[in-house]
């Protein structure tokens, strides 16, 4: 049984924000880790949103905080 969007109380981020994440994707030419769709920085640019890539804010927080070691 396949839920549709409405039956479900709230999506997934893969499907609620699948336009910004295939936006994100076709605009990413950066190494990714084995086994991800997305590059490191290109994965921080959809958690701290990116306006000139209509790419809403998902982290309410300094994004310094968010550092890759």
Same mark, same amino acid.
């Given at each position: 049984?396949? @839920? ?6 709230? %999506? %997934?981020?893969? $499907?609620?924000? /699948?336009?910004?994440?295939? /936006? ?8 990714? %880790?084995? &086994? ?11 958690? $701290?949103?990116?306006?000139?890539? &209509? $790419? ?6 300094? /994004?310094?905080? @968010?550092?890759?070691?």
């Amino acid at each position: 049984m396949t @839920l549709t969007e409405e039956q479900l109380q709230r %999506p %997934p981020a893969e $499907v609620r924000y /699948a336009d910004e994440l295939a /936006a994100l994707r076709a605009a990413d030419d950066e190494p990714r %880790p084995p &086994g991800r769709q997305l590059s490191l920085r290109a994965a921080r640019r959809f958690i $701290v949103g990116d306006e000139r890539a &209509g $790419v809403s804010r998902k982290f309410i927080g300094k /994004a310094s905080l @968010l550092k890759s070691s």
